[in-house]
């Protein structure tokens, strides 16, 4: 099922359920979501596949995005990018997450002394969303900035955050993701529940090429005071980090890392 597939469905799925839901608004905010680092430039027909929604739709919406400050249209190249206002309210949901704050210091200090990739996401639907990223000195670290989106069912981070989400929120995103994954969802799910099993044993789970051949990760969960759940994870290509490395160093030490964040926000 494409996204624009499944975006049509949830959208018909809540204006149904709840009359107070208004179609218009998430059809505009829908429209925001479609733009992603390496696809910041899009026309109406790329809206369009990319949401579901029919081209006059997508025409009208544009417009109005436009005309208050949400995006920009380049004439030449007859295609939209988020504008400044998008900008503001980015800022202004990072801010509202003050365990980067916390965080930050405690990631750049493993990023550097491991030499890899460690970074802070949320949920966003089928994904993790970056909310942080600290990178080591080498070159061959994941380069991945802030609003990078990565899989929830396939990555470490992903994985870490449907080891500790309540029961009755895995199992609605394991019925989202079997919708979205068909056939590949049974090796798909053998994945997630493997690393559920892992995070209970170990404390952490690790995702073995499963997002990408050449990478390796390992990732742990944090519940926040007040319950939202977030993910840390750290990885790198899989010829530098084994599976010894990953058991031995990285699950161990992000372990350790996240349970020093947790202290900190404890004494707030």
Same mark, same amino acid.
């Given at each position: 099922?494409?996204?624009? =597939?499944?975006? /049509?469905?949830?959208?018909?799925?809540?204006?149904?359920?709840?009359?107070?839901?208004?179609?218009?608004?998430?059809?505009?905010?829908?429209?925001?979501? =479609?733009?992603?680092?390496?696809?910041?430039?899009?026309? #109406?027909?790329?809206?369009?596949?990319?949401?579901?929604?029919? *081209?006059?739709?997508?025409?009208?919406?544009?417009?109005?995005?436009?005309?208050?400050?949400?995006?920009?249209?380049?004439?030449?190249?007859?295609?939209?990018?988020?504008?400044?206002?998008?900008?503001?309210?980015?800022?202004?949901?990072?801010?509202?997450?003050?365990?980067?704050?916390?965080?930050?210091?405690?990631?750049?200090?493993?990023?550097?002394?491991?030499?890899?990739?460690?970074?802070?996401?949320? *949920?966003?639907?089928?994904?993790?969303?970056?909310?942080?990223?600290?990178?080591?000195?080498?070159?061959?670290?994941?380069?991945?900035?802030?609003?990078?989106?990565?899989?929830?069912?396939?990555? =470490?981070?992903? @994985?870490?955050?449907?080891?500790?989400?309540?029961?009755?929120? *895995?199992?609605?995103?394991?019925?989202?993701?079997?919708?979205?994954?068909?056939?590949?969802?049974?090796?798909?799910?053998?994945?997630?529940?493997? =690393?559920?099993?892992?995070?209970?044993?170990?404390?952490?789970?690790?995702?073995?090429?499963?997002?990408?051949?050449?990478? #390796?990760?390992?990732?742990? $969960?944090?519940?926040? $005071?007040?319950?939202?759940?977030?993910?840390? #994870?750290?990885?790198?290509?899989?010829?530098?980090?084994?599976?010894?490395?990953?058991?031995?160093?990285?699950?161990?030490?992000? @372990?350790?890392?996240? /349970?020093?964040?947790?202290?900190?926000?404890?004494?707030?």
């Amino acid at each position: 099922m494409s996204r624009g =597939a499944v975006v /049509n469905e949830t959208t018909k799925k809540t204006e149904k359920k709840n009359r107070n839901f208004v179609t218009a608004l998430a059809r505009g905010l829908e429209i925001l979501r =479609a733009f992603e680092p390496g696809h910041t430039m899009l026309g #109406n027909q790329e809206l369009a596949e990319r949401t579901g929604l029919p *081209r006059p739709t997508i025409s009208r919406l544009t417009y109005t995005l436009t005309e208050l400050g949400y995006l920009t249209y380049n004439p030449r190249l007859a295609k939209y990018s988020p504008a400044a206002g998008v900008l503001a309210l980015g800022y202004a949901c990072l801010a509202s997450f003050g365990i980067r704050q916390v965080a930050k210091p405690l990631m750049e200090e493993l990023a550097q002394e491991l030499d890899i990739s460690v970074a802070l996401g949320t *949920r966003d639907r089928l994904q993790m969303i970056y909310l942080e990223n600290c990178q080591g000195q080498g070159a061959l670290t994941l380069r991945l900035d802030v609003g990078s989106r990565i899989p929830l069912a396939t990555t =470490a981070m992903g @994985r870490a955050l449907l080891a500790v989400v309540p029961d009755v929120e *895995r199992a609605y995103l394991m019925e989202r993701m079997q919708r979205h994954y068909k056939d590949k969802w049974p090796e798909v799910k053998a994945g997630i529940e493997a =690393a559920v099993e892992e995070y209970r044993t170990r404390g952490y789970v690790s995702s073995r090429g499963d997002w990408s051949p050449d990478v #390796n990760a390992v990732g742990v $969960p944090l519940v926040l $005071p007040d319950s939202t759940v977030v993910a840390f #994870n750290c990885g790198g290509p899989s010829f530098l980090l084994d599976q010894q490395r990953l058991d031995e160093e990285l699950g161990p030490k992000l @372990r350790q890392m996240v /349970n020093n964040v947790r202290n900190i926000l404890s004494r707030m």
